[in-house]
């Protein structure tokens, strides 16, 4: 079974930042002022643990997907 959670930056309404969330994880792992911001940090992340970035602009549709799992060595 493919263990992979993919990270999804997505705008909270709430409170008006950016989080970089786990997929199937409710709560997130960071928050950032700025959607760049926050792709960045999902970026080095994913890098890190070979996932993909899917990029949801603020209406909540997808714009872009980065994928890095051919980056990391198991």
Do not use: F, N
């Not at 709560?27 to 992340?45: D, F």
């Not at 996932?51 to 051919?70: A, L, N, P, Q, W």
């Amino acid at each position: 079974m493919d263990k992979r959670k993919d990270l999804h930056v997505t705008h909270r309404k709430s409170d008006g930042k950016w989080q970089i969330l786990s997929e199937g994880q409710p709560k997130a792992l960071k928050l950032c002022p700025t959607q760049e911001e926050a792709i960045q940090a999902a970026r080095e992340i994913a890098i890190d643990r070979g996932v993909s970035v899917v990029i949801h602009g603020m209406d909540g549709k997808i714009r872009e997907v980065y994928s890095y799992d051919d980056r990391k060595q198991e």
